[in-house]
């Protein structure tokens, strides 16, 4: 069974870090791009972040380049490692198998004062 479960969501303040976490179950991790999507209520799911499965090609919306970093290690987990937050970031963030359409359940996070 194909679990995606992500971690490391949370309140934040603006200009603050946070690094989320992305544990895969279910499927051979390293045969599979992955990648992290965020959604506002009253708004399409947005992808954010996608590393391909050796790692060697990453790709961001332009809304996030120069701030986050999409990373994974060689067994099971992608990272999002999140810097210079704005409030606009506010989201419920997601992973997700890229190839195979898995997705995970969320992990909110809030940017505010």
């Known amino acids: 069974q194909v679990q995606l479960v992500e971690s490391g969501g949370g309140l934040v303040q603006p200009g603050g870090s946070l690094t989320l976490s992305c544990a895969a179950s279910?499927?051979?991790?390293?045969?599979?791009?992955m990648s992290w999507y965020r959604q506002v209520p009253g708004k399409e799911r947005e992808l954010v972040a996608y590393i391909s499965a050796t790692g060697g090609t990453t790709n961001y919306a332009d809304s996030v380049k120069g701030r986050f970093t999409i990373s994974r290690d060689n067994v099971n987990t992608v990272y999002l490692q999140m810097h210079t937050l704005k409030p606009e970031d506010t989201a419920v963030y997601y992973c997700?198998?890229?190839?195979?359409?898995?997705w995970g359940r969320g992990t909110r996070v809030t940017v505010s004062s």
């Open positions: 279910g499927f051979t991790f390293s045969s599979y791009g």
């Open positions: 997700r198998n890229y190839d195979r359409g898995d």
